[in-house]
Nanobody, 115 residues
Framework: QAQLVESGGGLVQAGGSLRLSCAAS????????MGWYRQAPGKQRELVAS???????NYADSVKGRFTISRDNAKNTVYLQMNSLKPEDTAVYYC?????????WGQGTQVTVSS
């Protein structure tokens, strides 16, 4: 069964940093582009960053220059390094394939940025 487990969220002040991790089952990680998504209260879930198995990453304009996505194919893990965090980055962050598969959504990890 495909499984994605996110971790690393927390409470941080504006300007701070967090690093999110997502451990994936090999069956989905090894052949798919992976993405980090987020959903803020009252808003739709959005893709913020994605990375192919062997390729350059892509970012939403809102996080470009502040967030860095990376993947360790040996560990079946994808990371999201978030720097210069802003209050508007507050959301539940999820990982999934890109494009996403509904049945892969996990619990996500909460990121809260205080002003």
């Amino acid at each position: 069964q495909a499984q994605l487990v996110e971790s690393g969220g927390g409470l941080v002040q504006a300007g701070g940093s967090l690093r999110l991790s997502c451990a994936a089952s090999e069956s989905i990680f090894s052949i798919n582009a992976m993405g980090w998504y987020r959903q803020a209260p009252g808003k739709q879930r959005e893709l913020v960053a994605s990375i192919r198995v062997f390729g350059s990453p892509n970012y939403a304009d809102s996080v470009k220059g502040r967030f860095t996505i990376s993947r360790d194919n040996a560990k079946n893990t994808v990371y999201l390094q978030m720097n210069s965090l802003k209050p508007e980055d507050t959301a539940v962050y999820y990982c999934n394939t890109d494009p996403y598969v509904r049945s892969y959504w996990g619990q996500g990890t909460q990121v809260t940025v205080s002003s």
